[in-house]
């Protein structure tokens, strides 16, 4: 769907801000300073030549690169009217380089039929007379696109499908015009749809949008917007281009475009409509390429030129050249392709890329480049064959074939010389190099069933578990380790536990071994780092004073202190008078566990 | 003298199609061959059917659909070449001769209204939607190796910073590119015109006025589907709806 808006289609300010001057002034000081005495450059243009009774043309002059003393005058040309200048001024710094350039427009209207010779323009720029070239407009009586529908000037759209040429060559593009026509009271269009190009036998392209002009259609002044298409004919015969219908809610002026109106001086209230307009019928005769083709002709249908270069030219037997071509002018350039060339029979050919620069918005001029790779196979090879590409030309008539000379080469023997190529072994007969398609494949190789992507499949994201998992239990354990390191009654806490493990163990061999001295020095040490522990001192401080000192003051369980105390007495008693007994120790170590675990599980 | 060679020509591809029948039950690798055998003598309908038809078994490779593309294009039918190009391409993105063949069936087609992938795309289909899934998992796998080192030994933490950086950095970048290539799968299905020209139309409905017409071989982007009907938009912004019988969807 387009959307159109008048209001920016076909209004041109006339108001000079003073800021606008402003900074145009300074821009234009700076070019000044910056350009140095860049000479200053005039250029005119018409945007065309010929134009219809009651339509204008715009002239335009552009000022390159200085400032004019005063802005230049309209042409005065009998029975050509001019209307209120524009001008627009733009300036660009790229690399250090300044430019300005100043645009005027003129609409020119002429009031009868006839060539009308615009005179030179004349500008002064520094005390320097610039004039712009004469020029030449001519005007027709007949409009030859506007709608001839009766009654025309009473609608307020009209549309109208121009197919220019009545009869045209298979596969030969050309641009066709949808124009359509809104009434000088229709103030804006919206929701504007308009159904594709219908036509059995016909491909379209791209629509683009072309600039509005004012037409008059006869007694009302019109709109006339644009749209520009190419149709391409792909078979022959009479063909009929169905009618476009065109859906748009016009937004007309209530007063009916009349501007004195006293009680809506400024058209504000208008009125909605929604309408629908169709074009005619066209019916095109398509011709079929005459008899006679070229060899190479590939059903190019156009006007074209051809351009080639292949380097390198000194190179080893297997090693690629680039070829480039160009092809350049007007027609479908969309649909070139490369002939094949059979006399490259030596050379191994790649599929070539190409790449379209159009010059036009329909993409009908311009050049097509391709650029294809190919590789000598033996050393005898002197020169890349002769290139030639055949169109047919529809304005002539007739078919032409452009050629590009040979292009000498050096081939070195190398390696590649006598490897066997697959692909040229697998040529059929006949069969052209830059076009044919890489070989079949002779092995199936292993098949496989057609799968969920790996990410879709739960067992993958099961494996990926693993690692986070690892690394997630890694932390875990490093960080109790950094908790541990960060506090040191736990950490005693954990070396006494071990400590006193292996303690008691010690105890049970030394019982075992009749060892009462070593029994008891181990007991005396196992209480102190207990109690030092749990009473937060060092153990070598703790001795049966302890009891008195610390652990009645923090009231310690009665039991907890005898127990203790006989343990501390005990060991002061086997220093004068060792226990021989076996059973005796052994009975000793059941006591220094109890008092050893009442300890642990008191709360200092 | 020309029909009756025509009809020895019929009989051999119908022998030669039987045994290629005869062949695909029990061995692909012999129907493989059969099939190549009758593309290499010019039957190039047949061989596309015969390669149609094992790869209709489910179990498929590139060089399956390769083939399957070159009898469709030597048939003149670039639809389905396309399709069965773009099969192949999807299981290897990095086959020379594959993406030579697909170009060259899309210059045949020669119009410019099928959709292009866009420069994202073309660089994230240089691999496989599974090389990517393992290649992210092979960088997630370092990167959680380097942070289990650390964590493992903490004298090794300053020297694995840059590492664990690095390869954090790589795998988040990675599994974005991973889920953009797996979402693209997801959503941005094409389908690719098989027969001569098919009919968009401005709804899903039989009386649906005409929207545009596109030409076999002509990649769309799928939008949405309705039953039988199935909504595109081409390469010039044109959205409408065809029917799925005349298209292949990849």
Known sequence: ?604 | MKSSRHIWGLVLAALVGLGVHAARAEDPAAAFAAANQLYEQGHYTNAAAAYAQLAATGRVNRNLYFNLGNAWFKCGQWGRAIAAYRRAEQLAPRDSDLEANLQLARKRVGNNASVAPSRVQRWLGGLTLNEWTVLTMIAGWLWLGVLAAKQWRPAWRASLRNAGFGLGLATGLLAVLTLLLWRDAQMDRVAVVTVPEIKVQTGPLEESTLAFSVPDGVELRVLDRREDWLQVQDAHRRIGWLKREGVQVL
């Open chain 1, 1 to 604: 769907m387009r959307e159109l808006g008048l209001g920016h289609l076909n209004r041109r300010s006339c108001a000079a801000p003073f800021w606008r001057g402003l900074l145009l002034g300074l821009a234009m000081l700076a070019v000044g300073l910056a350009s140095g005495a860049r000479a200053a450059t005039l250029q005119a243009s018409l945007d065309r030549d010929t134009v219809s009774l009651g339509e204008s043309a715009v002239l335009s002059l552009v000022l390159e690169g200085g400032k004019p003393d005063a802005d230049p005058q309209p042409p005065t040309v009998r029975n050509l009217q001019a209307g209120y200048p524009g001008k627009s001024s733009q300036y660009s710094w790229v690399n250090g380089e300044s430019s300005s350039t100043i645009t005027y427009t003129f609409p020119l209207t002429p009031k009868q039929a006839g060539t009308y010779t615009i005179p030179p323009i004349k500008v002064t720029v520094d005390g320097q007379v610039l004039a712009s070239p004469a020029m030449t407009l001519t005007a027709v009586r007949a409009a030859p696109s506007t709608p001839d529908v009766a009654g025309a000037d009473q609608k307020m759209v009209l549309v109208k499908l121009v197919v220019p040429p009545a009869e045209i060559f298979l596969g030969q593009s050309v641009p066709i015009e949808l124009d359509l026509y809104l009434h000088s009271s229709v103030q804006n269009i919206v929701q504007y749809q308009s159904s594709a190009f219908n036509a059995d036998g016909f491909t379209f392209g791209n629509t683009v949008q072309g600039p509005q002009r004012q037409v008059r259609v006869g007694n009302a002044n019109f709109t006339l917007v644009p749209f520009y298409t190419t149709m391409t004919p792909v078979k022959t015969g009479e063909l009929r281009i169905e009618p476009i219908d065109c859906t748009m809610v016009l937004q007309i002026a209530a007063n009916g475009g009349r501007r004195q109106d006293m009680f809506d001086p400024f058209g504000m209230f208008s009125e909605q409509r929604r309408v629908t307009v169709s074009t005619e019928p066209v019916t095109v005769s398509v011709l079929a390429l005459p008899e006679g083709a070229p060899a190479g002709f590939n059903g190019a249908v156009g006007n074209y030129t051809l351009s080639m270069s292949a380097g390198p030219t000194n190179v080893a037997a297997g090693d690629p050249i680039t070829v480039k071509i160009q092809i350049a002018g007007h027609g479908n350039l969309d649909g070139l392709s490369l002939p094949p060339e059979p006399a490259w029979h030596d050379f191994k050919t790649y599929p070539p890329t190409s790449k379209v620069d159009a010059t036009d918005k329909l993409g009908l001029q311009g050049t097509k480049n391709f650029e294809l790779v190919v590789v000598p196979q033996d050393s005898e090879i002197k020169q890349l064959p002769p290139f030639a590409f055949s169109y047919f030309d529809p304005d002539q008539k007739a078919y032409r074939t452009l050629t590009q000379p040979a292009v000498p080469l050096v081939v070195r023997p190398g390696a590649a010389s006598v490897a066997p190529n697959l692909a040229l072994a697998n040529r059929p007969e006949g069969g052209a190099p830059a076009a044919e398609i890489a070989p079949i494949r002779l092995r199936l190789g292993t098949l496989h069933g057609l799968q969920p992507a790996l990410v879709e499949r739960p067992w993958f994201w099961a494996t990926q578990s693993v690692p986070v998992l690892a690394w997630m239990l890694l932390l875990v354990r490093r960080k109790r380790a950094d908790a541990l390191a960060n506090n040191p009654r736990l950490r005693r806490q954990r070396q006494v536990a071990a400590f006193v493990t292996a303690g008691l163990a010690e105890l049970r061999r030394h019982a075992a071994a009749k060892e009462s001295d070593q029994f008891f020095a181990t007991t005396f040490r196992l209480l102190q780092e207990r109690l030092g522990e749990r009473l937060n001192l060092p153990a070598s401080s703790i001795t049966e004073a302890v009891i008195d000192e610390q652990l009645r003051p923090r009231r310690a369980p009665e039991s907890l202190q005898t127990g203790l105390q006989e343990l501390f007495q005990a060991c002061n008693q086997a220093r004068y008078a060792p226990v021989k007994s076996t059973q005796e120790l052994e009975g000793y170590v059941t006591r220094i566990e109890t008092a050893l675990a009442a300890a642990r599980d008191w709360e200092a």
